[in-house]
């Protein structure tokens, strides 16, 4: 059955598995939560052999829990409810070539674009490969960490945390050239050095005075970067910036446009807290909206 474009037996089945992942979280913090009581409990008692006992087997079946959870139940909700955003969203607004809800971008790929600092953790899924008014685009979620430990104190840092597009640019380009928000923590580029492999760029400045205060350039050659950053294309950035939740990058490399929003989401992950609606639907072609005001505002499609 289907009512006003959304599969209500898809959202039954959803929202099922959506009950059984959140009982299993629930099941987890319980289990947690008897082990540390029973523990805590018996610590100062004769019994205290049995609380240490007591801790280990309840670690061991609290992590059991959670490794089920997360296998049988997590896990199917959440390709079950990708597979209807498939369905209801991106086959809707796109030609879609491949849609892989497991698999993103290889962290190596991410690495060679010098865009962000390197951290050792890396997180990319939701890959989709296809075209929006016949131009190609690649996208998926990406996440790069850095976790380090201080003495007692592990902290993680986190460098990006949103959505990666790369789109063809018709245009010839053949040095590399980024743009960056100015508050964005890794709002710096790459300066070259002893290790060949990395550009040398240097800050370019402007005319327009709300770009310069907005946006960082960094580029290999000033030349090209002012005949690619033209006026107008200046002004079609920062219109676009202006349309999109979270802070952008802008990158080029051979002849790609790479557009990354530091939005600080995993924006195809729902929530097992909160029943799937239609209007869910709402907010995921809400995000998805991304790729068709990339394409539009900056005329990509024109540009062909």
């Known amino acids: 059955m289907k009512i006003m474009g959304v599969n209500k037996m898809s959202l039954k089945e959803i929202n099922k598995l959506r009950i059984r992942t959140l009982l299993g979280n629930i099941l987890t913090i319980g289990c947690f939560g008897a082990t540390f009581?029973?523990?805590?409990?018996?610590?100062?008692?004769?019994?205290?052999?049995?609380?240490?006992?007591t801790l280990i087997f309840g670690m061991i079946i609290a992590i059991a829990v959670i490794i089920l959870v997360e296998n049988k139940l997590k896990a199917p909700y959440l390709l079950k409810y990708k597979e209807w955003v498939r369905k209801e969203v991106l086959e809707e607004m796109f030609?879609?070539?491949?849609?892989?809800?497991?698999?993103?971008?290889?962290?190596?790929?991410?690495?060679?674009?010098?865009?962000?600092?390197?951290g050792n953790i890396f997180i990319s899924d939701d890959y989709i490969k296809g075209s929006y008014n016949d131009c190609p685009f690649e996208r998926s979620d990406v996440?790069?960490?850095?976790?380090?430990?201080?003495?007692?104190?592990?902290?993680?840092?986190?460098?990006?945390?949103?959505s990666?597009?790369?789109?063809?640019?018709?245009?010839?380009?053949?040095?590399?050239?980024?743009?960056?928000?100015?508050?964005?923590?890794?709002a710096s580029a790459p300066?070259?050095?002893?290790?060949?492999?990395?550009?040398?760029?240097?800050?370019?400045?402007?005319?327009?005075?709300?770009?310069?205060?907005?946006?960082?350039?960094?580029?290999e050659d000033e030349h090209e970067a002012f005949y690619v950053l033209n006026p107008p294309f200046i002004e079609k950035i920062m219109e676009l910036e202006s349309k999109i939740e979270g802070r952008m990058m802008i990158g080029f490399i051979n002849n790609k446009i790479h557009i990354l929003f530091d939005s600080g989401t995993n924006?195809?992950?729902?929530?097992?807290?909160?029943?799937?609606?239609?209007?869910?639907?709402?907010?995921?072609?809400?995000?998805?909206q991304v790729i068709v005001d990339i394409v539009e505002t900056l005329r990509l499609h024109e540009l062909r």
């Not at 030609?95 to 690495?111: A, K, L, M, R, S």
């Open 37 to 53: 009581v029973l523990f805590f409990t018996n610590i100062d008692s004769p019994n205290a052999e049995y609380a240490i006992l």
């Open 143 to 162: 996440v790069v960490q850095r976790r380090q430990r201080t003495g007692k104190t592990t902290t993680t840092i986190t460098y990006f945390r949103g």
């Open 95 to 118: 030609q879609i070539d491949t849609y892989n809800p497991t698999e993103g971008f290889e962290q190596g790929f991410v690495e060679s674009t010098f865009f962000i600092p390197r």
């Open 191 to 219: 300066s070259g050095g002893f290790l060949q492999d990395i550009p040398k760029t240097h800050k370019v400045k402007f005319e327009d005075i709300g770009f310069n205060e907005n946006f960082r350039v960094f580029a």
């Open 164 to 186: 990666w597009t790369v789109l063809e640019y018709p245009k010839q380009i053949s040095k590399y050239l980024f743009i960056s928000e100015v508050d964005l923590f890794s």
């Open 267 to 288: 924006q195809m992950e729902p929530s097992v807290f909160f029943e799937v609606t239609e209007d869910s639907i709402k907010k995921a072609r809400e995000e998805m």
